[in-house]
T-cell receptor, first 111, second 113 residues
Framework: QQQVKQSPQSLIVQKGGISIINCAYE??????FPWYQQFPGKGPALLIA?????SEKKEGRFTISFNKSAKQFSLHIMDSQPGDSATYFC??????????FGKGTRLSVIA | DSGVTQTPKHLITATGQRVTLRCSPR?????VYWYQQSLDQGLQFLIQ???????AKGNILERFSAQQFPDLHSELNLSSLELGDSALYFC????????????FGSGTRLTVV
């Protein structure tokens, strides 16, 4: 059973465009929703995170939008750059439980 | 450098063999998590240790085992290896036994031939 469903599996965006990755969850106990960025040959690294008491969080070009009633959250990358090309994972956690990850989205930003 | 050290970086072994993957957590972190990453399954949680004690268990096969030593480094033992065990194995660490502050290592790529 996939606790966090992520889409799309892959995404190609023009340089300067907006990249949007979506995730949906089922467990309403989740209370923290991070996004991780992974470059080839590296481990995932925390990019940005949100708690369910806010609907949006922005850090630079990266924004998380959170819809608690729909149990969905998304990552928006504004002005996408070739250096943003990586695999992105959404995740969720509650209490002392380990992070649960989505299956990942491979983003390619082309010039 | 994330501060989490995993060795070896690459491992090629034959079916039926046994291997040990090692992880040194970031200084001060008490909790260690092991994840398996395959192309079609994403990051799957295997097992967590906190200050030497097993804290949580995920989809870890009976052929796999782990432990965390007094110096807080951890080892993941994989035995009776099958072709399907080929994957990237990541270790992550955090200060507490919970929460979002995971720092991942660069992983060990295991290839079973």
């Amino acid at each position: 059973q996939q606790q966090v469903k992520q889409s799309p599996q892959s995404l190609i965006v023009q340089k300067g465009g907006i990249s949007i990755i979506n995730c949906a969850y089922e467990n309403t106990a989740f209370d923290y929703f991070p996004w991780y960025q992974q470059f080839p040959g590296k481990g995932p690294a925390l990019l940005i995170a949100i708690r369910p008491d806010v609907s949006e969080k922005k850090e630079g070009r990266f924004t998380i939008s959170f819809n608690k009633s729909a149990k969905q959250f998304s990552l928006h990358i504004m002005d996408s750059q070739p250096g943003d090309s990586a695999t992105y994972f959404c995740a969720a956690v509650w209490g002392n439980t380990p992070l649960v990850f989505g299956k990942g989205t491979r983003l390619s930003v082309i010039a | 450098d994330s501060g989490v050290t995993q060795t070896p970086k690459h491992l090629i072994t034959a079916t039926g063999q046994r291997v040990t993957l090692r992880c040194s957590p970031r200084s001060g972190d008490l909790s260690v998590y092991w994840y398996q990453q395959s192309l079609d399954q994403g990051l799957q949680f295997l097992i967590q240790y906190y200050n030497g004690e097993e804290r949580a268990k995920g989809n870890i096969l009976e052929r796999f085992s782990a432990q965390q030593f007094p110096d807080l480094h951890s080892e993941l033992n994989l035995s009776s290896l099958e072709l399907g065990d080929s994957a990237l194995y990541f270790c992550a660490s955090s200060v507490e036994g919970s929460g979002p502050g995971y720092t991942f290592g660069s992983g060990t790529r295991l290839t079973v031939v």
